[in-house]
């Protein structure tokens, strides 16, 4: 099996390396393609892949295409592809508000994927959701999951609809655990602790809480529960939380997200008309 990355930057990278790092693909069997003279050079001196400048000496011959450039370079990519791409490839898109739809008009071709990963993809702990259009079998779903989950999780969702619903969590999610993050340092530094001290304080106790609550099934909830006694200091601050009404204030952030999520893609399904 042969797979092409469209786009070697952030994200193209984060799966192409991750991709590489598994037992999953020998390494002519991985092609990464970009356009940026700079990029290529820098792909071709990490000596992993095999590097890309043109479509029609890489295309034709993928089993599977991931596409990872910016949204607004999209639509341009999807019409050069067309004279190199056959109904037996897979496409899958990792670039926001693209629809399935959009890509098979595009590209005039069937199997699509659309997947919304996250940024801790580039440690490995990232989380892909995807959803497919139908004329992709079980068996190619499969291997999809597979090849997505070689940056940590992948979770197959039915619809399109849910994707931008993942996006309003675990998408943009890791932006909404920084916040929580900079708040508590933020109280930290006014508490007087040194820039330094509030980093390790608030950083070791974030690490310390997943950790836990990955050691069980435990729900946070509970955790919390475990953590907070009766009149003591942690039930006052989720009781200052509770009465500030924070729960549902990040419930509306996230459902915030889902919305623009959801904009986003008509959006670009109206331009792209
Ligand atoms: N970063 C995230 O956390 C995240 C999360 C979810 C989804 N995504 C999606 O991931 C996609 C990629 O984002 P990114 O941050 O990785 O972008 P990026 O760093 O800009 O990488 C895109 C690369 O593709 C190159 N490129 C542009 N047009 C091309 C073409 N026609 N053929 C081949 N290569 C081309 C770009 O070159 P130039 O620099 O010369 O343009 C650049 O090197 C986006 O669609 C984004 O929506 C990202």
Redesign the pocket.
């Known amino acids: 099996m042969k797979i092409l990355v469209?786009?070697?930057?952030?994200?193209?990278m984060t799966y192409a390396e991750a991709m590489a790092k598994s037992s999953f693909l020998k390494k002519k069997e991985l092609m990464i393609?970009?356009?940026?003279p700079q990029?290529i050079e820098e792909l071709e001196n990490m000596d992993i892949f095999d590097v890309h400048s043109d479509l029609k000496t890489c295309l034709p011959q993928a089993d599977i295409v991931f596409l990872?450039?910016?949204?607004y370079?999209a639509e341009?990519?999807m019409e050069?592809m067309k004279p190199f791409i056959s109904e037996e490839q897979m496409f899958v898109s990792?670039?926001?508000g693209v629809t399935i739809n959009s890509m098979q008009e595009s590209l005039g071709m069937p199997k699509v994927v659309r997947a919304?990963?996250?940024?801790p993809a580039q440690v490995g702990k990232g989380v892909t959701s995807f959803t497919a259009s139908d004329e992709v079998s079980r068996v190619e779903l499969s291997t999809i999951e597979r090849i997505l989950a070689t940056t940590g999780k992948a979770i197959h969702l039915d619809t399109e609809n849910d994707i931008d619903a993942s996006t309003g969590i675990s998408?943009s999610g890791p932006a909404y655990i920084f916040y929580f993050m900079q708040s508590m340092i933020e109280a930290a530094l006014k508490m007087g602790f040194s820039d330094h001290d509030s980093r390790v304080l608030v950083g070791q106790t974030f690490e310390g809480a997943i950790e836990l609550f990955n050691s069980s099934d435990l729900s946070p909830r509970s955790w919390m529960d475990r953590v907070a006694s009766k009149g003591g200091t942690t039930r006052a601050a989720l009781d200052s939380m509770e009465d500030n009404n924070v729960r549902e204030l990040i419930s509306e952030a996230a459902h915030a997200a889902f919305e623009r999520a959801v904009e986003l893609g008509k959006e670009y399904e109206n331009t792209h008309a």
Do not use: Q, R
Not at 68 to 71: E, G, N, R
Not at 116 to 119: A, G, I, Q, S, T
């Open positions: 469209i786009g070697g930057g952030n994200m193209g393609l970009d356009t940026n990029k990872a450039v910016k949204p370079h341009e990519l050069d990792i670039m926001a919304m990963p996250n940024l998408g």
